[in-house]
Structures are given as C-alpha cells and as structure tokens.
C-alpha cells in the first residue's frame, strides 16, 4: 500500500500530515508546525547536538529508542515511528523526568540553549541502558557541545541516574504506544510536491520499479551526508528514494568467510558486532560521528560518499572488502579497492544501488586501525590509518594497509606494502616502509591538517603499528 500521508506517534496519538515539502526538516517541523520550541537549532549540520530528539522504533515487538539530529532529517523519515520531544519528558502532573530532575540537582545547565540536546541524549541512554557507567555515559553525549557549564556537571547529572527508579511514564504507556505503532507502520510512501518527489519503499522489489522509472533520483539513507545539500548549501533535492524503509535490507550476516552488512544497517549495529572479529574497527567507530548520527548512518552511505576522510573506507579497503550493487536486473560484487574513482567519484552508475558490503575474515591476521583528528569525538579525520597483515615464521605476510585523508580517495599504500611483505620487522625496514609512503601519497593541505603533517603522521602511524606488534602491546593515548 503506497500512500502520501506521513503518519507518526506524538503525545500518545498518531498524528498525520498529508502530502508534506519532503525536504523539510523535522526540526523546522517541531519548531514551527509543532510549535515546541524546546528543541534548538545551533549548527543545522549534525554538529552540536542542540537539536536532539528521540525516535521510538518498533523492533521485535519493543520499542527501540534513538536519539537524533532533527536539523538534518527529513520529515518523511519520521513515518511509522514515536517522536519524543523535551516537552514530552515531564510527566501529566507536571514532576520532572529522572533525567530532568538531574540537571537540575548537579547544575547541569547554564544558558539553557544546549540543554534540551543534553537531556534527550541522557533521556536515549536512560531507556537503552540498564547501568550508565562512565563510558556509556560519555559515548551518550559526545554529540552534545556545551560552552558554558561544561561536561562535569552534566557526567555527574548523569551518573546520579545509577539511583534511580527506572519506571518513568514512557514504560507505563509503552504497550498502548507498542500497539499505535504497529497500526502505522506498514505502508510505503510517495510524494509529489511541487517539482519535488519523494519515494520510501519497503522491499526491494518495490525499489527496482521506482528506480526504473525516476534514474536521477539520489537515495537516501541516513541522510548524515545528503541533507548537508539542502541545511547547508541551502539547495534543494528535486527527487528522492529513501532507502532505509527496506528492512530486508537491515542485516549483519556471517558465512564464516565474510560478513555482509545490508545497506540500511544503521552503523551503530554494526558497530558492536564487529567489535568481536576486528576490535579497532570498532574503536574508530566510537569516534564516527556522534551516537545521533550512527543511529541512522551507513557504511552504504559512507562508502558512496566516497569522501577521502570517510572512515569506514581505508579500514574496509585493508580488509579487501567487497561491494554488492544491485540495479533493476544485475547484481555485481566489485572488490572496493576499484570502486573509487577520484574526489568523491565512484563506478556506482545511474539505477544502481549499494546492496550490501562483505567484509572478509582474517581470523590469523594482525589487524589495527587508527583515527587521528583535532577532537577526540565527534570530529572528522585528519588522517585514518589501516594494517591487515600476517606474520609467518617472522616475515610479513599477506599485507593490505590503507589510509584515508592522504590523496583525493582512500586508497591502499601500494608501495609500502611491497617493501613490507616477506620482510622481518627491523628498524631499517620500518624506515624503507615510511620512506615509501612518500611514494604512495602525495597529501593537501587544507584546514584540517597540513600537507607535511598528514605525512608526518601517516608514518608515525605505521611505526605505531609495528611497536605495537612487537613490543605485544597497545600503545593508545587513552589508556
Ligand atoms: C556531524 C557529522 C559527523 C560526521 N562524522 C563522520 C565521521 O566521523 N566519519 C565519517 O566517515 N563520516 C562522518 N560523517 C559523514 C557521514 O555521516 C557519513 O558519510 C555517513 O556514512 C553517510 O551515511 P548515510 O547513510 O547518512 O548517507 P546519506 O547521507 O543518506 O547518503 C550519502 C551518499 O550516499 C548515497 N547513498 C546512500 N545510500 C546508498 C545506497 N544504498 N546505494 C548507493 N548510494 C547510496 C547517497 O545518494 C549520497 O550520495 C559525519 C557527518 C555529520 C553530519
Ligand atoms: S542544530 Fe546542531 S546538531 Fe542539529
Ligand atoms: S548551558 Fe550554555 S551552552 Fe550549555
């Protein structure tokens, strides 16, 4: 069933709104046709968290909740899901949310402006989370910029919630939410705006017919990079085909050879599933972005964004990773390490579509990954360092190391590799294979990092690896 009436949970009552501007933002949406107010706009590009609010998502027969960027989401998205907002936190006899209650017991707000982001991301933990140790607490609300009360207060807010009942108004009404959301989750969606379009199927098969006939469309996933065109560059997208209605394609799945991960995977779910089989990629992967964009974004996206500082893609380039594109009738698996072009261009082709990517498993390799950036998280790479390899009898085997944020695409360290492979681990070695980066890469210099620190970095990087391979332990800022 195809309809152009978004349909969405607020205040315990579904609430339609038919035929909507599909590039409007939910942000614009809660401030001015809402008229809630609480929820702020600092950044409008994903950045500061000011614009935080919680989707409630039927999984599995529960409610799933997520904290979002509302500045750069489309409305649309919002089809089939709970919206919670900061003014829905207090309860109908006017007592403050455990969360709420915090702040203000540990002095957690000072201007005020940040502090409704600050509070939906805490409000996000305290539903997905049983205990909020530090580390939780952190990953919660690295999204989240405050600049004048500071994070302590906030971490202690925040800690204070170990104490508390976690039974708020939320999990007293969740079976009547439970079944409002099952009422409105079942249909596919399409708008014709003005010059506007807007396609969200839920099946692959549905998406093939639509692609067929609307080729020029740009597919949206987690729109942590497209809606960038219209927040920022203040463009417009004529038509679109939201991709992350298709759950058949949200999945993580392992042969024991490879693990696929289907296109709509959000990126936080891979996140703690990979971290059993390559703990680095994990660790990077804390540093993406913020909780709000993981909860939406893609490897699919990252990896058709092609950006040279994307960091899924030098850790997938060293794993020999594979992409599965699907167009109306073909399916092709193109090993990744050809799929990038130049500056954000890839062999994706008009009516194709990322599928799924497979990740191989190297269960007797070596792997690290490194993130290096000005801010620990929620900032982008400078430089993004990769290393698969093999040691056999003291000699290098099997090499693939990969680095972002040193050309115009994420690409392999060629040269470096062949200096490495067969080779023991010596110190002239080590030397000769930092040499030969400077064959591999010739780095910018933009306002992220200059061109000789990119290099300087990129070697240190690989000695990095190697101590650590050596010396059989971790050396990591953080610990
Ligand atoms: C605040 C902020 C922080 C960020 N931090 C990081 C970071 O630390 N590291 C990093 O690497 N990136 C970061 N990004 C960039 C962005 O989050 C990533 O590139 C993300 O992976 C894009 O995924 P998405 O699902 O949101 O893609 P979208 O924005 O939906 O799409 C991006 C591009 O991919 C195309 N596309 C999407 N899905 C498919 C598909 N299935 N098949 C073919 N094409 C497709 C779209 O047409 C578009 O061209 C950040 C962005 C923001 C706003
Ligand atoms: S307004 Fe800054 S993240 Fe949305
Ligand atoms: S309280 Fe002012 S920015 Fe956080």
Known sequence: MTSNIIKFIHEDRIIEVRNPDPSETLLNFVRTELR????KEGCAEGGCGACTVVLGELKNNQINYIAVNSCIMFLPALQGKQLILVEDLISENGSLHPVQQAMVNYHGSQCGFCTPGFVMSLFSMFKNHGRFKDEVIKDSIAGNLCRCTGYQPIIKAARSLNNRNKIDHFTRNKQSIIALLKKINNKSIAIYKKDKKYFAPRYIQELKKILKKNIDSHLLSGGTDLSLIVTKERKDINSVIYMNSIEELNYIKNNGEYIEVGSTTPLIKFENYIQKYYPDF???????????????????????TA???????????????????????KTKIISLNDFFIDYRKTKLKKGQFIDSVRIPLFPKNIFKAYKISKRFDDDISSVCA?????????????????????ASIPKRAKYCE????????????????????EKDFKPISDMRASRKYRMEVAKNLLRKCFLEITQKKLIRVMD
């Open 36 to 39: 809630k107010t609480g929820t």
């Open 282 to 304: 994990t660790a990077v992967l804390k540093r993406y972005g913020s909780q709000q964009i993981r909860n939406v974004c893609t490897i699919a996206g990252n990896i058709a």
């Open 307 to 329: 950006s040279p500082i994307g960091d899924t893609l030098p850790i997938l380039l060293s794993l020999d990773a594979k992409v599965v594109l699907k167009s109306i009738k």
């Open 386 to 406: 990769s290393f698969n390899l093999e040691i056999i009898n003291e000699k290098v085997k099997n090499i693939k190391i990969a680095y972002g944020g040193m």
């Open 418 to 437: 062949k200096i490495l492979l067969n080779s023991s681990i010596t110190e002239p070695i080590i030397n000769k294979a930092k040499e030969a980066l």
